[in-house]
């Protein structure tokens, strides 16, 4: 189940048909099918109704050319006194049409609840599985895939149900009704060219299908590189302009359309093959069937109705088998599809709660990062032997060269990562022996790159808060500097940001993110360049506010201009991993060293120029 799978049936459902590859692969089949079993044990009494409502419409349908054959025999007939024969078998007849809908229409009507519920809990399950899943899980996985991979395997869930159950296991169960008839009523020869041609048909369409594997993925293959190409251009829109790259991007995808169109005709042409194939068997079969019963007819050994039965039996199974090729491969692939979405279930959180973890107990909030060694990859260290101490209620800023691991050490003091070695504490509290829950409840951070909901901007705020009234999420607006911004707009609060907040400006962004965090009221904050987009002098009365709500809480600042951080109780300079240097702003000038040569270096910048905070930025 690797990539290539994945990436045709998301094109296979972009356009439409039914396609896909059946991967012969039948213990993962088994294995998604023993997994569905529970939740629909929980319905046990509505599968065995709809079941029983199944075998009542296969009974109808098959005595469907009995009443046929009667009424024929009885218009064949010369007497003319049996004239009320046929009216009974007409009715019948009626009736007999008329039930195979009607139980169909029952047994759907019971069974959808067991589909659908099923459905739903592994959805929840599944979302839920998807949030409790570690940071670096999504950050390597792409979201809109993920997101396909649900609905395929919910998808699958549904298709499984009404085929399996409700197309394969009927219609095998009508080829054995029919062929008992045949043989307890008629020649045993009937019986067995019906079992034969049944065989035949099957075995054929199961080995062209599994045959045509190659070419339909082929097929899809190129589908998704169409697609993939075609979203990927349009999502970079302002970068095709920007370099004048229509025609390159038109020529792309001309190539990618090309290959598709071949792979489209190779498919059709096996397709071709498939279902000729099939009529073959179906024309040699019926046409043998119907000699044998003319014969019989000829020789007197049957009547005329029985001919217009068998004939009407050999039509009631070729429709269903029509089907079968399709309904097969598309039973493979909801297997895989569902199999792989369970996979997902599978996989594990490298971020979890110990069994005997505990709740985080602030009280004030002492932080200790004590010689705190990390990598992302192995092959890459990017924290060496990190110490510092955040005191309860002080602010502790870290400053240094991008790259350097500052964003790093928020992520882990927020437990998105697990230290390699040495320790972070809170209160003496390790935070691999709390609960996540506790932990992340007590830190508000306002992120390097804030990401918004596609939502109003009150949404938005209220989401740090969701039980917040409204007068808090002002008053949390007017600490970020925000209100005056929301006034300005036409639709106030009720303003909608656009996909991942792409419709405000960056210094909005971040002061939307400020207001959220200022709403969730955390012991411990951690801003990380939260305000970098903003000019000097909005930036200086947004710090001025903080720093009065900041009063009581544990701060953390990550900053590249240090003008912002002067006033912290202690600056640690950060480099390649490594603290360097760390003290307050006075001692760490009076020191000389690293930080000092930064900060002459920003004061130069700022008196030679009219934007200095831009500047001291870059
Ligand atoms: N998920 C990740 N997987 C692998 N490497 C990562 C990952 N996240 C960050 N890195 C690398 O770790 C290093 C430190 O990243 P970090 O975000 O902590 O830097 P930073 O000091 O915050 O820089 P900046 O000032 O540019 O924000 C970088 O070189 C970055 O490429
Ligand atoms: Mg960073």
Redesign the pocket.
Known sequence: MGPPLFAFVYTSEMRGHGDSTTETNWSGDWTAIKSLIPYFMEFRGRVVLALVFLLLAKLANVMIPFAMKHIVDALDSNQSQIIAVPVAFLVLYGVLRLGTILFGEIRDTIFGRVTERAMHSIGLKLFKHLHALDL?FH?SRRTGGMARDIERGTNGINFLMRFMLFNIVPTLLEITLIAVILFVNYSPWYALIIVVAVVLYIAYSVVLTERRTSIVRQMNKMDNQTNTRAIDSLLNFETVKYFGNENYEAEQYDQNLTGWEQARARNRLSMAALNSGQALVIAASITAIMTMAAYDVSNGKMTLGDLVLVNAYMMQLFIPLNFLGFVYREIKKSLADIEHMFSLLGKQSSIKDKEEAGELILNGGDIRFDKVSFY??ED?Q?LKQVSFDIPAGKKVAVV??????????ARLLFRFYDVDSGSITINNQDVRDLTQQSLRAAIGVVP?DTVLFNNTIYYNIAYGRPDASREDIEQATRLAHLDQFITQLPQGYETLVGERGLKVSGGEKQRIAIARMLLKNPGIMVF??ATSSLDSNSEQAILEALREVAESNTTLV?A?RLSTVVDADNIVV?DKGCVVEQGSHASLLKQDGVYAGLWEMQKREATQTDAPAILADA
């Open positions: 670096d950050l992302y990859k890459r990017i240094g060269p991008s790259g350097a691991g500052k964003s790093t050490l390097q990380d360049e990550i590249h950060l």
